[in-house]
């Protein structure tokens, strides 16, 4: 019997960004969360995957999105298109005014340390702006849970975000800054 698991292999994991929204039935939305500011509006998502943040600040969209690499992606305004491995910094601004930072990391630990980070995260999760815990592989494995906290300013929004694949014992880690 095949089981479809709702994450894809840690390693297939690519961070990409766009200067354009990017439609979201691209995606398997597990929860979504929308912010209406003054400056800014944005959406927040999380995915099978991992998660999509679209801002969109003076007549402009800035696209965030953590992903399964094996999915086919539009190249059309893309900024950005990285595997995840290991730690990255990137970050630029947009004629818009828009800046944009974030540090994104693929981390793969020991038995225990995962264990103790899910347990912490599973801890976050009723105090998390999104969370979503995936089913387990099987009944005695830990569930796979993503879950985002979002600071929100005037003039800023910051997310971070968290993902955990207990199969491969990993954790994707990433924190956006998006000032306008």
């Known amino acids: 019997m095949n089981v479809h698991f709702a994450r894809p292999d840690v390693s297939s ?11 979201p ?6 929860a979504e969360r929308r912010y ?6 944005a959406i927040l998502r999380l995915c099978d995957a991992g998660h999509q943040i679209e801002l969109r600040h003076n007549g402009q969209t800035l696209t ?3 992903a399964d690499g094996e999915q086919e992606f539009p190249k059309h305004r893309r900024l950005l298109d990285r595997k995840l491995r290991g730690f990255r910094d990137d970050g630029f601004r947009l004629e818009s005014g828009l800046k944009y930072q974030v540090s994104y990391q693929l981390e793969r630990v020991d038995p225990e340390v995962f264990s103790n980070l899910h347990e912490e995260l599973i801890n976050d999760c009723p105090r998390a702006d999104l969370a979503y815990r995936f089913p387990p592989a099987n009944r005695l494995a830990a569930e796979p849970i993503s879950l985002i906290r979002a600071d929100l300013s005037p ?23 998006f000032e306008v």
């Open 13 to 23: 994991l690519v961070f990409h960004v766009y200067g354009r929204s990017v439609h």
């Open 36 to 41: 209406d500011l003054d400056r800014f509006s």
């Open 64 to 66: 965030e999105i953590a």
């Open 155 to 177: 003039r800023s929004l910051l997310v971070h975000a968290y993902h955990t694949f207990p199969e491969s014992l990993a954790i994707v880690k990433s924190q956006s800054l």
């Open 25 to 30: 039935e691209l995606f398997r939305i597990h």
